[in-house]
């Protein structure tokens, strides 16, 4: 028996059709599930770009269908599906407003700098300032020790400087004493009879204060600071000495002279104006040969 070749492709063209059919639905569903595999793709939020969805949120999104936007600038900027306020929104813009100046006080003027503030004219008045009353002893030639006479005008002088009977007492701030030799013999030795000429007589003044100074300064230099000249026995006599001085507020000033061989007190005006330290031939040619001033 004979094949017949038409009848059998007949009968095999339409399995052939089906076949294709398949392959066409199957291509169809695979580019589907790519399709939306790719809208999902668009918008994988990590944790810090999740919103919250709120009642108010799952209201906006229900009114405002999704849409594109975009995250970020530049480089880092992606595109996202969001809706209603799940969006990024742009940032309101608002003016800089400087921050307000300190208030400055107004420029010193003239009629404002002569007129006293209210602590100045509370301040109580300044002291009057300060005076000294003065007292001179004399030495005799190489003595350092104090006679009655010269005892006896120390006394005066402290009751001086601490103001006069049946009134108020005034306390002596600073004590001052300053002991002097002539200009004959060494100048070691005269150094060391000056100083001693100075704490002689110091020491008796602290002993007739009432009140103690607050200060006491012992200065002593020999051959030096003359008061008159060298040349006579007198002048040299004049420079042998020790210079008192009591330094207190609001006391007039004074001096008291006193030679240890004169007894009499003398106030005067002050001391006289020493001469050059070193006056020409007083120490190489006085008129006695002192062995020590």
């Known amino acids: 028996m004979k094949r017949q070749p038409h009848a059998y492709a007949g009968r095999l063209r339409p399995q052939g059709h089906v076949k294709r059919a398949g392959r066409t639905s199957l291509l169809a569903a695979i580019g589907g599930v790519l399709l939306l595999s790719s809208c999902a793709a668009l918008w994988t939020p990590d944790a810090n770009e999740r919103h919250s969805t709120s009642a108010n949120h799952l209201r906006d999104v229900a009114v405002e269908a999704p849409h594109v936007e975009q995250l970020g600038?530049?480089?880092?900027?992606?595109?996202?599906?969001?809706?209603?306020?799940?969006?990024?929104?742009?940032?309101?813009?608002?003016?800089?407003?400087?921050?307000?100046?300190?208030?400055?006080?107004?420029?010193?003027?003239?009629?404002s700098m002569a007129r006293p503030t209210a602590s100045e004219m509370a301040a109580p008045p300044e002291p009057a300032s300060p005076t000294a009353v003065n007292a001179v002893i004399r030495f005799d030639l190489g003595q350092s020790t104090l006679s009655s006479n010269a005892?006896?005008?120390?006394?005066?002088?402290?009751?001086?400087?601490?103001?006069?009977?049946?009134?108020?007492?005034?306390?002596?701030?600073?004590?001052?004493?300053i002991g002097r030799t002539d200009s004959v013999g060494i100048q070691d030795v005269n150094d060391g009879l000056a100083l001693a000429r100075?704490?002689?007589?110091?020491?008796?003044?602290?002993?007739?204060?009432?009140?103690?100074?607050?200060?006491?300064?012992?200065?002593?230099?020999?051959?030096?600071?003359?008061?008159?000249?060298?040349?006579?026995?007198?002048?040299?006599?004049?420079?042998?000495?020790?210079?008192?001085?009591?330094?207190?507020?609001?006391?007039?000033?004074?001096a008291v002279s006193l030679s240890s061989t004169n007894s009499s007190v003398k106030p005067s005006a002050g001391l006289p104006e020493d001469p050059p330290p070193h006056p020409p031939s007083d120490a190489s040619a006085p008129d006695t040969a002192d062995p020590i001033g």
């Open 73 to 111: 600038h530049g480089p880092y900027a992606r595109f996202v599906v969001c809706a209603g306020t799940a969006c990024p929104s742009p940032t309101r813009k608002t003016l800089f407003v400087p921050p307000p100046t300190p208030a400055t006080k107004p420029a010193p003027t003239l009629e």
């Open 151 to 177: 005892k006896l005008v120390l006394s005066a002088a402290v009751a001086r400087a601490e103001g006069e009977s049946g009134s108020t007492r005034s306390k002596v701030d600073t004590l001052r004493v």
């Open 198 to 254: 100075a704490r002689v007589v110091r020491d008796y003044v602290l002993t007739k204060l009432h009140d103690l100074p607050s200060k006491v300064e012992l200065e002593a230099k020999g051959s030096c600071c003359y008061a008159a000249s060298n040349k006579t026995a007198s002048g040299r006599r004049l420079n042998r000495r020790v210079e008192l001085i009591f330094v207190r507020k609001g006391l007039a000033a004074g």
